[in-house]
């Protein structure tokens, strides 16, 4: 499904996918109405078009939310969903939109690879009146109809005040970043600053591993070798985490050492956990479903929420039995 293609069902071949979407609680902003770019009056359509703006489709969690929205299309036989791959290409993410505004799309769904870049193509689908999406990764300004995704801010502190606790108050952790460029990366990272305020955990190595796990492990490599004493791993996503622990499972060091990752998809991040991989994992909804929920309501003539925050839960071996634990 690389590149432009012609409108057609979008169909996965990797086998049956869990969400956990279901399980966490969300918040509506509605301070006031959020516009809903070409939203009219007129008869309700027979099939309403979507267009599906990834960034990329090489790391797991995104994979599950596309699967998550042609799940939820799936049940309504009026929406036709076309997904376009960008292949991490801001450039190629950036035509895509333009696509789906010169294909006159009934409402456009993306998940920006960066905040910058992406901020312009999509004020102009909104203001070609084409009511727009924002999943995971925000722009920037307000020219988009409604922003969903869980707070990274607050996951990045909830990990940082629990490795804290974990570690006594005091200890060498290495911090493998994701994408510094975009929004959740920045989140993640200063919230997790936030977390370990005041305490005596020191960052002894950090890197932006780009949320690729293979990335990580070459960055994790590098930290064992210049460091003989690491006391934690916390990666922004959990296949940075798995990465790091592969390196020094391959050095040996692993068991000397705490990982903690975020996502909490149940074949990886929770998997990971009840396999003793991964110390912890924090769930970050791909909102997937709520997206298409969204839709149905802009096509209904509904006002919307400019954002939508979704919760998040914190993973453990003692926990994970029960479905985790709500952070606040």
């Known amino acids: 499904m690389h590149g432009a293609r012609s409108i057609v069902r979008f169909a996965f071949t990797i086998g049956m996918f869990f969400t956990l979407a279901g399980c966490c ?7 006031q109405a959020a516009p809903a770019g070409g939203q009219t009056s007129a008869a309700p359509k027979e099939v309403y078009t979507i267009g599906m703006s990834q960034c990329n489709l090489g790391e797991p969690w995104r994979v599950q939310m596309n699967k998550d929205v042609e799940l939820a299309a799936e049940k309504h036989p009026n929406l036709e969903v076309v997904f376009k791959d960008a292949q991490n290409d ?3 993410q950036r ?9 006159g799309v009934d409402l456009l769904i993306i998940s920006p690879k960066e905040a910058q870049p992406l ?8 203001q070609a009146g084409i009511p727009v999406i924002v999943l995971d990764r925000a722009v920037l300004g307000d020219q988009f109809t409604c922003f969903i995704g869980a707070d990274n801010t607050k996951i990045g502190r909830a990990a940082g005040e629990w490795i804290a606790e974990q570690l006594g108050g005091a200890g060498r952790v290495v911090e493998l970043k994701g994408l510094m460029t975009s929004i959740p990366g920045q989140d993640r990272h200063s919230g997790f600053r936030e977390g370990i305020e005041g305490t005596d955990i020191e960052v002894i190595f950090e890197a932006d591993m780009k949320w690729l796990e293979s990335n990580a492990r070459k960055e994790m490599e590098s930290a064992l070798a210049r460091y003989d004493d690491i006391d934690m791993v916390y990666a922004h996503n959990d296949p940075g985490a798995h990465g790091a622990y592969l390196a020094a499972k391959a050095a040996d060091r692993h068991e000397d ?11 990886e991040g929770i998997a990971y956990v009840i396999q003793d991989i991964l110390d ?3 769930q970050y909804p791909t909102g997937g479903a709520e997206a298409i929920d ?4 802009i096509f209904a003539g509904e006002e919307v929420p400019k954002h939508i925050v979704l919760g998040s839960r914190l993973f453990t071996k003692d926990n994970v039995a029960d ?4 952070i606040e």
């Open 25 to 31: 609680e969300s918040e509506e902003k509605t301070p």
């Open 90 to 92: 801001t450039l190629k």
């Open 95 to 103: 035509a895509h939109v333009e696509e789906f505004v010169s294909a």
């Open 119 to 126: 901020t312009e193509p999509v004020a102009k689908a909104f």
């Open 257 to 267: 050492i705490m990982f903690v990752g975020i996502d909490a998809l149940p074949h």
């Open 280 to 282: 912890a994992t924090f």
């Open 294 to 297: 969204v839709a149905l309501r």
């Open 323 to 326: 479905g985790g634990v709500a």
